[in-house]
């Protein structure tokens, strides 16, 4: 099952324009559309609110401005909708349910080892109150969550548990689809589970 058309009727939620998509450092603020199937959008009041932490990683080069043309090409086809962030990653946001939405970021820049090409997919669904070290429990939480994953675990960066999956950076539209979905669903239950009656992400 997909996440399901629309927000719910009369929503507050809008499109974020262009400053939501600025500096980490200044306002870690992101959000944006998901696929007609699945639209949706952050609030620019903050209502969905996310960080998305900062790379570390030694990703292949720079990401084109505008992302990666050959997963853009693969988003369309899937009919999402999306934001292009200063990273050139796609953020997408989806409606789940009539209460609930979640946030998604699919990053244009790959990672190599040896023979492996990897793309990764990231979704939040905590932030620690000092957005320093997740709390023992919550920590311990997600380990436990992870080995259940059948796809994708846990990581901790600036204070945000973000669900990530990686897969072959020249997947197919159909194992990126559900790699997308699967990503979304294990973050929005974790977020309802950590922080119950709140949906920051």
């Known amino acids: ?17 262009a400053a939501l998509l600025a500096a980490l450092a200044a306002a870690p603020a992101w959000a944006d559309p ?4 699945a639209s949706a959008a952050a609030a620019t009041d903050g209502t969905k609110a996310a960080a998305k932490p900062a790379r570390e990683d030694k990703a292949e080069g720079a990401a084109p401005k505008d992302g990666d043309p050959a997963l853009r090409a693969q988003l369309q086809a899937l009919g999402y909708k999306y934001e292009v962030d200063e990273d050139g990653d796609f953020v997408l946001t989806f409606a789940l349910d009539e209460q609930r939405s979640q946030m998604a970021y699919v ?3 790959t990672q190599r ?14 932030r620690s109150a000092d957005r320093g070290a997740l709390p023992a429990a919550v920590a311990n939480r997600l380990l436990e969550d992870g080995q259940l994953s059948k796809l994708g675990g846990w990581v901790s960066q600036d204070g945000v548990a ?10 197919s539209q159909r194992t990126l689809d559900d790699a997308i979905d699967y990503a979304v669903r294990a973050a929005d239950q974790m977020e309802a589970e950590l922080t ?5 992400f």
Do not use: N
């Not at 973000?162 to 997947?171: I, N, Q, S, T």
């Not at 119950?196 to 920051?200: A, F, R, T």
């Open 1 to 17: 099952m997909r996440p399901i058309s629309g927000f719910p009727t009369g929503s507050t939620f809008r499109l974020a324009g």
């Open 34 to 37: 998901a696929r007609p199937g």
């Open 107 to 109: 990053l244009s820049r």
């Open 113 to 126: 080892y040896g023979s492996l090409k990897v793309r990764e997919i990231w979704s939040p669904a905590y």
């Open 162 to 171: 973000v669900f990530v999956v990686k897969l072959d950076a020249d997947a």
């Open 196 to 200: 119950p009656g709140q949906d920051e």
